[in-house]
């Protein structure tokens, strides 16, 4: 797509809908608004511009600025943004070449005033800049379009305000004359003659100038006008200067097309409309047709995959591998091709060498090339740049191609490959699958939390492919976990033979206390079933993760902790009896950069395991013990727990599943003396970062 549109009502968004030709809904995953893509006219005959529109969910400014943002995110192609809808005009009886009417339409070749945004001067309010970025292909399509009404051109209005396919078009009906009424405080006033204005009957003026903008609803006529003769503007709307907001971000332009609807007065109704929506909306299509198409990136032969594939996809399938700039395409080509197509002569980018693969049609596995280059190279990028290229490989096999089995049987196949690649090379073992489910309590409703989570395929790389995130409350957030879990093991069973696999819950500090490796799975079943019974399961600390400040000492300790001889160096916490303070025993913790693993003195449910677990994670400490059961640390459990830190560092792992799979498989009333009910274990590899680009390899 290379031109966005946005509308603010409903209105609005039909109109411009109904005047695009092949008009289809388009959804992604990360992101909540729904599109229409389709095309209109432009000046070279069979080049259409490419379009997509958006309507808002509620009208000011900064919404406009955060759905142009979605909007550009979700299609990086687009080079211009147009604000189509309704407006407030300014009229001018006793000017009657300046007079706007309702109905009519106003361009905003002199820009966008942004009248909330002032300082204060000796001379009075000034606007604080101006706002640049006008799309100046556009504005010079309506200059040629305003010196054609000079010369008395007048646009063919019943073609520009026809539907591009069958749609019912009343409701888009003009209201009659007597609905356009002009006033003076109460007083009625007319409208000078049509003659002098150079208004056509039953059809819009066109009017060429700066329109002004704020979240103001403008009912009051007397600062309508002085707003008017201060800052030179015709007419006055809401959104216009968050979308130029929105794409100054990305260096782009904008350009604003209003119908009027009211004249800012007490007198406002919706009268108007519908007919204004349709004839700003046919007044683009009239500046569209007057301007050539935008360069398109992706321009292919119609054959191959290309042929199936929507232009949004193509666009964001570009975007994503520009970002992969460090990767050699000349390694991946020969794999995809299978060796049968020559790569190109001269140097060419992912994006280049993604438009020729477009082209050509799937090999003999029924896989087609650009969806096989497309996951040879999530195999070589960070872990959050291959979950977005997966994610845009798996919507377009399962929604387009209906190819989900078999690209799920190829990327199993590339995997194993690499690991072989790997084992050749000496190279570390593969991580292994896990899901990350984090969970952050919302801040102003106790109640409610905020989850999303990241699924691990085995191979070399930590590459985590993310979720949405989704609101939802305590009560109810085992039945999202379940969900999750769901989730990954259609994706594991591809993917793991006999391989373990991990359960790693990312909780901030207050949770941490929590005993999710005793939430339940199977929630349906007349006998739901522990997690810990069916996962190693361990938590992780949200904030240290987001906290980079702390994260060269975590590495370190991390780092000591597989020094040969690889093995835990345990701090112990305080024993309650012998009244030490949390300062010394902290320093002492800072000041020994050898120590790996602390073992709390009492549970975090007491004030001085809490501080202890807050000095042990901010001193970069990754593993951390601790039993659940409220007082002091029994004897008993320390030796149980020295005992666990004992050998390899991922020993500790393997023996408390084995204590919590012992706990479960006991009756309820013995369970809860059991050792394993009460052991939490906070196992923290900091490579294992979904926060920062990289991650683990």
Not at 218 to 228: F, H, K, Q, Y
Not at 306 to 335: K, N
Not at 350 to 355: E, F, I, K, R, T
């Amino acid at each position: 797509m290379t031109i966005g549109i946005i509308a603010a009502k409903s209105v609005e968004g039909a109109a411009m809908r109904a005047l695009m030709a092949d008009s289809m809904v388009a959804r992604l995953d990360s992101d909540p608004n729904e599109y229409r893509v389709g095309h209109m006219a432009s000046l070279e005959a069979g080049r259409p511009h490419r379009i997509v529109l958006v309507t808002m969910a509620e009208d000011n400014t900064r919404n406009a600025a955060s759905t142009c943002t979605d909007m550009l995110r979700s299609f990086p192609r687009i080079r211009c943004v147009v604000m189509a809808g309704i407006a407030g005009g300014v009229p001018a009886p006793e000017e009657p070449h300046r007079h706007v009417r309702l109905g009519d339409v106003v361009v905003a070749v002199d820009g966008i005033v942004d009248y909330g945004h002032l300082r204060q001067s000796p001379n009075g309010p000034e606007p604080r800049r101006p706002i640049g970025g006008i799309s100046m292909d556009l504005k010079r399509a309506a200059q040629h379009l305003e010196q054609g009404q000079m010369l008395g051109e007048a646009l063919s209005w019943p073609g520009l305000l026809a539907p591009a396919g069958e749609r019912p078009m009343a409701i888009f009906a003009r209201p009659p004359e007597a609905a356009d009424r002009l006033h003076r405080g109460r007083r009625k006033v007319p409208h000078p003659d049509r003659e002098l204005s150079g208004h056509p009957v039953d059809a819009p003026k066109v009017h060429f100038g700066a329109v002004g903008c704020a979240d103001v609803l403008l009912t009051d006529p007397e600062l309508r006008d002085n707003l008017a003769a201060r800052h030179r503007v015709i007419a006055f709307e809401m959104e216009a200067a968050g979308v130029a907001a929105g794409v100054a971000n990305r260096g782009l332009n904008w350009f604003v097309v209003r119908g009027i609807v009211d004249y800012c007065d007490g007198y406002k109704n919706d009268q108007w409309h519908a007919y204004a929506s349709l004839a700003a909306a046919g007044c683009v299509r009239a500046v569209l047709a007057e301007c050539p198409p935008f360069p398109v990136v992706w321009r292919v032969a119609p054959t191959g995959v290309r042929t199936l594939l929507p232009e949004w996809e193509m666009d964001r399938l570009h975007a994503l591998l520009e970002l992969a700039p460090d990767v050699d395409g000349r390694q991946v080509w020969p794999v995809v091709t299978g060796g049968l197509v020559p790569m190109p002569d001269t140097p060419a980018t992912l994006a280049q060498l993604a438009v020729l693969l477009a082209g050509l049609n799937a090999r003999p596995d029924l896989i087609p090339p650009l969806l096989a280059f497309a996951e040879h190279i999530a195999v070589r990028v960070p872990h959050r740049l291959a979950g977005e290229l997966r994610a845009w490989t798996d919507r377009v096999a399962e929604q387009i191609l209906h190819l989900g089995d078999r690209m799920r049987a190829y990327r199993h196949r590339l995997e194993e490959s690499r690991f072989r690649e790997h084992q050749a090379a000496g190279r570390p073992a593969p991580i292994r699958p896990c899901l990350l489910f984090q969970i952050e309590r919302d801040d102003i409703d106790s109640e409610r939390c905020e989850v999303r989570y990241w699924i691990q395929r085995q191979g070399h790389r930590w590459q985590p492919e993310p979720s949405n995130p989704r609101q939802t409350t305590f009560r109810h957030v085992e039945r999202v976990l379940q969900a999750a879990i769901q989730h990954a093991e259609t994706i594991w069973c591809d993917a793991v033979d006999g391989e373990p696999v991990e359960i790693e819950l990312l909780l901030p500090s207050d949770l941490l206390r929590t005993a999710v490796e005793w939430w339940n799975t199977e929630l349906e079943a007349p006998a739901p079933i522990p997690l810990c019974l069916e996962y190693p399961v361990v938590v992780r600390s949200l904030d240290r993760m987001r906290a980079a400040y702390r994260h060269r000492v975590w590495h370190q300790r991390w780092r000591s902790l597989w020094q040969h001889p690889a093995r835990h160096h345990v701090y112990q916490g305080r024993d309650g009896s012998a009244g030490e303070g949390l300062g010394p025993w902290n320093a002492r913790l800072r000041d020994r950069r050898d120590l790996t693993t602390v073992v709390l003195g009492s549970s975090p449910d007491r004030e001085s395991g809490s501080h202890e677990l807050e000095s042990a994670l901010n001193a970069g400490i990754p593993v951390i013990l601790w039993d659940r059961r409220p007082g002091p640390l029994t004897s008993e459990m320390a030796r149980l727990l020295a005992e666990l830190t004992e050998g390899p560092p991922t020993d500790v792992l393997t023996r408390i599943r084995t204590l919590r799979v012992d706990a479960a498989l006991l009756p309820e009333p013995d369970r809860k003396q059991h050792a394993g009910r009460h052991v939490a274990l906070l196992w923290d590899d900091p490579a294992r970062n979904v926060y920062e680009p990289g991650g683990q390899l």
